[in-house]
């Protein structure tokens, strides 16, 4: 039976990549052009599974991403890493000397902008996605235009690079994570990492007891972000990621943190994928 997987953007794009990386079998892909529509096709059941980025090691933490899988009951069943490699690609047979102008998201045109700056004749064009740009130049026979994205994209709309990595920072990670509307029940000895989410009274202390309640369940902790609740003025939920050897530990401290917490909520237990050459 074939799996349905929602991506934001379309095929050739970053989330397509991880696709192909992540699932070993055979899976069709549901095109999304924003995470709220990508949520709706997991919630209608359009699709069986989900991927999302939500974390970047040089922009950050997408929270935003981590409210709407908080709001719809979503869960968080894996997680894969991708280093983004931007490439410049256009019809086959044009050279750099040939492009007029370069089409892409405005986050990968800022992500290249050191290799930009060598060609000041070269005009910049915000577009709304990486991969559908590549399309587009395949599709309309656009010569001495190019486009900056993925490897995937280039083979997917038989473009030729014609400068590959040309992002500023080399190592540049995304976090990824697979959702779906069913909770996925690892055995306990696999799972080493959770993401969870918390509220706590507005009191002094009250966050450095928690902390230090992970910190007394051996938890190591990854990520920590406060995200403002609108209904309530002055309150704010936390969204936190940590890892553990022992899910004993973790058992322990979500035990606790029920106790402590105004609000606790378990977003997703799922196997660290984390490269040990990403680990700081």
Same mark, same amino acid.
């Given at each position: 039976?074939?799996?349905?997987? =929602?991506?934001?953007?379309? /095929?050739?794009?970053?989330?397509?990549?991880?696709?192909?990386?992540?699932?070993?079998?055979?899976?069709?892909?549901?095109?999304?052009?924003? %995470?709220?529509?990508?949520?709706?096709?997991?919630?209608?059941?359009?699709?069986?599974?989900?991927?999302?980025?939500?974390?970047?090691?040089?922009?950050?933490? &997408?929270?935003?991403?981590?409210?709407?899988?908080?709001?719809?009951?979503?869960?968080?069943?894996? #997680?894969?890493?991708?280093?983004?490699?931007?490439?410049?690609?256009?019809?086959?047979?044009?050279?750099?000397?040939? &492009?007029?102008?370069?089409?892409?998201?405005?986050?990968?045109?800022?992500?290249?902008?050191?290799?930009?700056?060598?060609?000041?004749?070269?005009?910049?064009?915000?577009?709304?996605?990486?991969?559908?740009? =590549?399309?587009?130049?395949?599709?309309?026979?656009?010569?001495?235009?190019?486009?900056? =994205?993925?490897?995937? =994209?280039? #083979?997917?709309?038989?473009?030729?690079?014609?400068?590959?990595?040309?992002?500023?920072?080399?190592?540049?990670?995304? !976090?990824?994570?697979?959702?779906?509307?069913?909770?996925?029940?690892?055995?306990?000895?696999?799972?080493?990492?959770?993401?969870? /989410? %918390?509220?706590?009274?507005? /009191? !002094?202390?009250?966050?450095?007891?928690?902390?230090?309640?992970?910190?007394?369940?051996?938890?190591?902790?990854?990520?920590?972000?406060?995200?403002?609740?609108?209904?309530?003025?002055?309150?704010?939920?936390?969204?936190?990621?940590?890892? %553990?050897?022992?899910?004993?530990?973790?058992?322990?401290?979500?035990?606790?943190?029920?106790?402590?917490? #105004?609000?606790?909520?378990?977003?997703?237990?799922?196997?660290?994928?984390?490269?040990?050459?990403?680990?700081?």
């Amino acid at each position: 039976m074939t799996t349905k997987i =929602a991506i934001q953007g379309i /095929k050739g794009s970053f989330h397509h990549q991880v696709v192909k990386e992540y699932f070993s079998e055979n899976v069709d892909i549901d095109e999304c052009l924003s %995470f709220e529509e990508l949520i709706d096709s997991l919630i209608a059941g359009k699709s069986d599974q989900a991927v999302m980025a939500i974390e970047n090691s040089i922009a950050g933490p &997408i929270i935003p991403n981590y409210a709407l899988i908080d709001k719809n009951n979503l869960h968080i069943i894996g #997680e894969h890493y991708l280093n983004i490699q931007q490439n410049l690609m256009a019809l086959k047979g044009q050279k750099i000397e040939d &492009i007029k102008e370069v089409h892409s998201h405005p986050m990968a045109l800022l992500q290249c902008m050191d290799f930009l700056k060598q060609y000041p004749n070269i005009k910049l064009i915000e577009d709304k996605d990486t991969a559908e740009t =590549a399309r587009r130049i395949q599709e309309k026979q656009l010569t001495g235009i190019a486009a900056i =994205a993925s490897v995937t =994209a280039s #083979e997917m709309y038989d473009l030729d690079i014609i400068a590959s990595s040309i992002q500023t920072i080399k190592n540049n990670m995304t !976090r990824f994570v697979i959702i779906k509307k069913q909770n996925s029940f690892l055995p306990e000895s696999e799972i080493n990492r959770a993401s969870i /989410k %918390f509220e706590l009274d507005h /009191k !002094r202390g009250s966050l450095a007891a928690v902390l230090n309640v992970m910190s007394d369940c051996k938890l190591n902790l990854t990520k920590i972000q406060s995200l403002p609740k609108i209904e309530t003025p002055w309150k704010y939920s936390f969204f936190v990621d940590v890892t %553990f050897e022992k899910y004993e530990d973790f058992a322990k401290a979500k035990a606790l943190l029920n106790i402590m917490a #105004e609000y606790f909520k378990v977003l997703g237990e799922y196997k660290n994928t984390k490269p040990l050459s990403s680990e700081s």
